[in-house]
DNA sequence: AAACATATGTATCGATCGGTATAAATATGC
DNA sequence: GCATATTTATACCGATCGATACATATGTTT
């Protein structure tokens, strides 16, 4: 059997990546119903809000996942042993930095710029994905430089985690750079400077 | 003549310096009046509040103030001439993240968290001098490395845009990280990698 | 002492916060 | 047609937002 009852007089699925670029903009806390309900189908009322998402904290939560699912795949490569661990990093490196100075929705990470999103500490709980995923993130640039090393492509003495962490602290600035308006052309030269990191590590020079 | 009237029950300076506190962990925005009240000097009524400071903006203002003149003074060897220009950088990346990771105060640069402070458009005027000392940080490190360059240090074809922007990025990014708590050690291990990027586009090696 | 200046406590302002109760509107299943 | 299921619109909830009126307390100046 199809849906019963009056149908629903917006689309669910861009309602949420509407409020996902809501939250992604101004975060968790400072982004209002009224906000919302505004901006999701041309203006809903707010039992129809609640109706489809339960709670603006459900909401957040459903944006997150799409944000997750989505624009936050650019640093997949990191987790792909099919990919050499430095063409892992710039690859991604270059794909973040080229996400998150696009047109068409919020300048930054979703991800990194959640940080700031629900600083009350009775809200932190919301954001415990988006810390996951900096975790996971900073792990993974970790993981490539280990590779680097157990592939014998760089020196046996290389800090795994001192220079997984510039590459991931470099990437979490970038959110804030962009939203600054750094030029995307700007990040890419820096990117190739930064790789520079790697190769000054590596047994074949 | 001294002051008339009844005397202040609490300490200006020490008021504005736990604003200061509280607008750091949680941005402009997400800091209300009532917490700011509560905390204050102990706790201090509206009035008192308003007669004292103004209004929360005027306060977020003077707490802004107050941290640039004090803590985000690591950056100041950027701008010393008497400073060799690579020891000025890493100086800069190691006394900030020093004092990022610090404890008695939240984790992180205000300036850098400031970026998501005041999100809503209507407030971002708030935020500008806080974006001021952002670019003023950022033009710091590329001028570092043009000083590099003009001595002779660093090849002629180093672009200070890009080694400058580096720098600066991850320093951003150790504010992220900070909150996320990744520890001093770990980023001064990684702040001796980033400093191969002096060295990789050095004339003496 | 009186006059004046400033800070404080209580009580409150209109606006907005996240969230709901109620009932009318619109679909499907029988 | 009629019952059922779901969304809609209107109106409203108590709590909190940033900010203020008013009277009282506490100091200096004269």
């Known amino acids: 059997?199809?849906?019963?009852?009056?149908?629903?007089?917006?689309?669910?699925?861009?309602?949420?990546?509407?409020?996902?670029?809501?939250?992604?903009?101004?975060?968790y806390e400072t982004t209002s119903l009224s906000q919302l309900k505004t901006q999701i189908g041309g203006g809903i009322s707010a039992p129809s809000f609640y109706a489809a998402f339960g709670s603006k904290e459900a909401l957040f939560k459903e944006a997150v996942q799409c944000y997750l699912e989505s624009y936050a795949r650019v640093t997949d490569a990191l987790w792909d042993d099919e990919i050499a661990p430095r063409e892992a990093v710039e690859l991604t490196l270059r794909r973040s930095t080229k996400m998150q100075c696009e047109s068409g929705h919020?300048?930054?990470?979703?991800?990194?710029?959640?940080?700031?999103?629900?600083?009350?500490?009775?809200?932190?709980?919301?954001?415990?994905?988006?810390?996951?995923?900096?975790?996971?993130?900073?792990?993974?640039?970790?993981?490539?430089?280990?590779?680097?090393?157990?592939?014998?492509?760089l020196a046996e003495g290389t800090d795994a985690q001192a220079m997984?962490?510039?590459?991931?602290?470099?990437?979490?600035?970038?959110?804030?750079?962009?939203?600054?308006?750094?030029?995307?052309?700007?990040?890419?030269?820096?990117?190739?400077?930064?790789?520079?990191?790697?190769?000054?590590?590596?047994?074949?020079r």
Do not use: Y
Not at 10 to 17: K, L, M, P, S, V
Not at 169 to 174: A, M, N, Q, R
């Open 1 to 27: 059997m199809a849906q019963m009852g009056r149908p629903r007089a917006f689309d669910r699925q861009q309602a949420i990546e509407q409020a996902m670029h809501l939250f992604w903009e101004q975060g």
């Open 106 to 153: 919020p300048k930054g990470c979703m991800v990194a710029l959640g940080t700031m999103s629900a600083p009350k500490h009775e809200h932190a709980h919301v954001t415990k994905p988006l810390a996951v995923s900096r975790a996971r993130t900073h792990a993974g640039f970790v993981r490539c430089v280990e590779r680097g090393i157990a592939m014998g492509e």
């Open 164 to 204: 997984g962490t510039a590459f991931s602290s470099f990437l979490l600035g970038v959110s804030i750079s962009a939203r600054d308006g750094v030029k995307i052309s700007v990040f890419n030269t820096s990117i190739t400077e930064l790789m520079k990191l790697w190769d000054a590590a590596s047994n074949e």
